[in-house]
């Protein structure tokens, strides 16, 4: 920055972005021209509870303080400031799921993360009756599916949101939600760029013909789209935000948003014949369409930007966990050679290697499948790993197959989008901890998908970076600019971009690996289902 960060900061000409990933909450504040001045972060994880992945509320506050906390440290340790307003504030978190409240504002049951697939009947159904692809994971899903499973807090359900509406109601008191986690959460009227009406009245009826008279309508957060704001920090909000009491209230707040939207921000994606990928523990791809799609696709969900343009999403559960699993494994093996290594080398030297591997996999196959997989059909998982009897086990082999796998499911909902439907991509943005290692998943994802693959500075601090972004935007007070316009000519211009453009000879060997992980899904599809539910408690 030109200016004076400090005077910045106690100025209150900032934004501040916090985001609840699957793994991490982080909180980054950025200046005017966008740049962060400060970070802070907080490890967390979902945990498995009567065999649904939930996360406590209590786990939610204590890492949105401690990642404010840490953040206020970087703040004053780089600028000598204290941390004790900021301009305006966004809040975004993993789309989707199932957050349900009484009267009282009580949690009637867990809270049922993305992660979940229990949700089989009803999003079939949903299917069915709507028209369009309903997904395990969208929060109609899970109210359906607890209606037909005659679950007793039905009955006393008085508001349903997503996580980042959660804690964007406790900051402001307001129930709002940005317009692309609403579409993760029921279908939207691209007319009125609000709930389906129609939908909405047929969700009623299937209601009262399970014997549960609710008003749909009456349950969900309002909406709003980019540019507009969603409320005020609250006293009561800025003291859960910061207990020691140094942040003032009065903030404003853009309207929350999911971490898709907030990664299409981030990766300046958010224009037709644009598109992104983020992998972490799921990984996912967002590509903005021209037009409507010509047909129903159960791999793909039809969602929105945060400006509330048509999205194509193919969301797959499964990301990179099951590959660090592996990195875990080769960095205790380091440790017992008396050898210790820092995590991320291992990552380096693994990725690095996977160049060297057989461009189809050398026989070797792996799924890499931790929890169910709606797009391959799976309600659970099981890590699984296996190779023909003539396949050389070599480390750089193994290590491209397990990264072929991250990619693996992702490339069958990119298929239908690409192949089926004709959609075409003028540019694909990679962001996320797989990508980190220069050139490598970049390269392979190219190949996936036969298209070029940018990484660089454009993901900024990632999500959460996005998220205040929106918050800078909805602060810049110009309610005729369209998102798009603002991150090309203010937020990316000479932004740093690498490009991988799909090599042949991998592009080959991905579509060799690719009919022996479809032909194989059978016995992935066995490993579940020859357990029996008493053994499935064991192996967890």
Known sequence: MSENAGAVITGG????????????????????????????????????????????????????????????EDVQRRHGVDLSTVGVLGVSAMMHGYLAFDASGELLTPFRTWRNTNTGRSAERLSAEFGVNIPHRWSVAHLYQAILDGEEHVGRLDHLTTLAGYVHWQLTGEKVLGIGDASGMFPIDDGTRGYDAGMLARFDQLAAEAGVDLTLADLLPTIESAGRQGGELTEAGAK???????????????????????????????????????????????????????????????????????????????????????????????????????????????????????????????????????????????????????????????????????????????????????????????????FKTEGVAQRFLAAAIDTPVSVGDVAGEGGAWGIAVLAAFAGSRSPERSLADYLETTVFPGADVRTAEPDPVDVAGFDAFMQRYVAALPVERAAVDHVSPAQRGELR
């Open 240 to 434: 859960l935000l910061d207990p020691t009491g140094r942040l003032r209230p009065g903030v404003p707040l853009c309207p929350p948003e999911g971490d898709a939207g907030t990664g299409m921000v981030a990766t300046n994606s958010v224009a037709p014949r644009t598109g992104n990928v983020s992998a972490g523990t799921s990984i996912f791809a967002m590509v903005v369409l021209e037009h409507e799609l010509a047909g129903v696709h159960r791999e793909l969900d039809l969602v929105t930007t945060p400006a509330g343009d048509p999205v194509a999403m193919v969301h797959c559960n499964n990301g990179a966990s099951e590959l660090e699993a592996w990195v875990g494994l080769f960095t205790e093996f380091a440790r017992a050679l008396g050898s210790p290594a820092d995590p991320s080398a291992v990552f380096e030297i693994l990725f690095t290697g996977a160049l060297g591997g057989a461009s189809d996999g050398g026989g070797m196959l792996a799924y890499n499948y931790l929890s169910g997989e709606p797009i391959t059909g799976l309600e659970e998982g099981r890590p699984l790993f296996l190779r023909s009897p003539d396949s050389r086990l070599d480390l750089g082999t193994f290590v491209r197959t397990h990264l072929y796998s991250s990619l693996a499911t992702l490339r069958i909902g990119m298929d239908v989008l690409q192949r089926a439907e004709g959609v075409r991509l003028d540019r694909m943005f990679a962001h996320g901890g797989l």
């Open 13 to 72: 000409r900032t934004a501040l972005g916090i985001e609840l990933g699957s793994t991490r909450i982080k909180a980054v504040l950025i200046g005017p021209d966008h740049a962060p001045l400060g970070v802070g972060s907080h490890d967390w994880e979902n945990q498995l509870v009567d065999r649904l992945w939930t996360y406590a509320l209590g786990d939610v506050w204590t890492g949105v303080q401690q990642s404010f906390a840490a953040l206020a």
